[in-house]
């Protein structure tokens, strides 16, 4: 018969045979530590006979090794005795440790927090104050954040590759994922300073029905494409789309170089680049409630821990 011992053993009948080795270990490690039967019996509560009953079957499972010399007086340890008393502590202390960060998964103190969001909420003092004390308050926990647009993280969040988004909310979210109202943005026209257009207080879609438009990309943003497509065809005007953008407030920069005019956030205003001015738009009626969505289905604790810190900090910003 070829191969050694162990490969030829069933993987079930091995650890069965573990199992009944490791259920000694806390018996064995008391003698080893009093050198006295009857102190260590006494420690565990048990009798000494039980406890002699127990060292003998360890050494029987061991395969005859002897761990402990009897003398009148008590016992010693042997070498072989104390190799595996070495070996016990550290499996008990990795067993210990184990069952601690079992607990602490459990309870949402350690793990992987996959939080998205878009360009929009990080402008907002909500989302990097959260994310600043969740990483301080729970240290041992990964953060991992990842900028997306809103249907990207959508479509993310229904795949399960995060765990928490930051969207422009629509009320079909609804149907699919838990949400929780985070704040409201508008859009805005952005335009050069020394555009005719500059110099009106509001601006109506009428206004710029033939200025070329920065429009967000279908491929990256299909919902707020046809959205806003939707709200120029309520008021009779078919866009002069200029440029497709992946993101809406990259107008901010293309406007600045000359290439068309912005329809974009508000939430960048206080970060306007040079040369370039926003004006409200009369008649463009497109709010953008700002959410977080987590899924239906999210009974991790990082996430209710999450959720929790956001719900407090919005209370306290709205306090």
């Known amino acids: ?3 050694s011992l162990s490969s030829s053993v069933p993987r079930e009948v091995a650890t069965l045979r ?7 270990f806390p018996f064995f490690l008391a003698v080893a530590e ?18 002699s009953r127990r060292i003998a079957d360890l050494e029987r499972e061991l395969g005859g090794i002897e761990l402990f010399e009897r003398q009148a ?29 079992v607990r602490r998964m459990a309870e949402g103190d350690t793990g992987t927090l996959r939080v998205s969001f878009s360009e929009a909420m990080l402008r907002r003092p909500v989302l990097p104050a959260v994310l600043r004390e969740f990483r301080t308050v729970h240290p ?33 979210d609804r149907d699919q994922f838990e949400t929780l109202a985070v ?26 029905a033939a200025e070329p438009l920065l429009w967000p990309a279908r491929h990256t943003s299909p919902r707020l494409f046809d959205r806003m497509i939707a709200a120029f065809d309520a008021q009779g005007i078919s866009p002069n789309i200029a440029v497709e953008v992946s993101a809406v407030d990259i107008g901010y920069e293309l406007t600045a170089a000359g290439i068309g005019l912005g329809i974009v956030t508000a939430a960048r205003a206080d970060r ?48």
């Not at 008590?74 to 104390?82: L, M, N, S």
């Not at 969040?157 to 009320?171: G, H, K, M, R, Y």
Request: hydrophobic share 45%; glycine share 4%.
């Open 1 to 3: 018969m070829s191969g």
């Open 18 to 24: 573990t199992l009944r080795i490791a259920k000694h």
């Open 34 to 51: 009093e050198q006295n039967l009857h102190r260590a019996a006494e420690r565990l509560n048990i009798a000494q006979s039980a406890l």
């Open 73 to 101: 007086r008590g016992v010693a340890i042997t070498p072989a005795g104390e190799t595996l008393a070495h070996d016990v502590r550290r499996i008990l202390l990795s067993i210990e440790e184990a069952r601690r960060n």
């Open 140 to 172: 041992e926990v990964e953060l991992r954040a990842y900028p997306l647009t809103s249907d990207a993280q959508r479509s993310r969040l229904l795949a399960e590759e995060i765990d928490v988004a930051f969207v422009i909310d629509e009320a079909t």
């Open 183 to 208: 704040g409201c943005d508008k859009f805005v026209l952005v335009l050069p300073a020394d555009h005719p257009l500059a110099v009106k207080e509001m601006v109506s879609l009428q206004d710029i």
């Open 272 to 319: 306007t680049p040079p040369g370039v001015v926003l004006r409200d738009l009369a008649d463009l009626d497109l709010p953008l409630p700002l959410s977080m969505l987590w899924s239906k289905n999210g009974t991790s604790p990082l996430i209710r821990r999450f959720v929790e810190m956001v719900q407090q900090r919005l209370k306290e910003t709205e306090g």
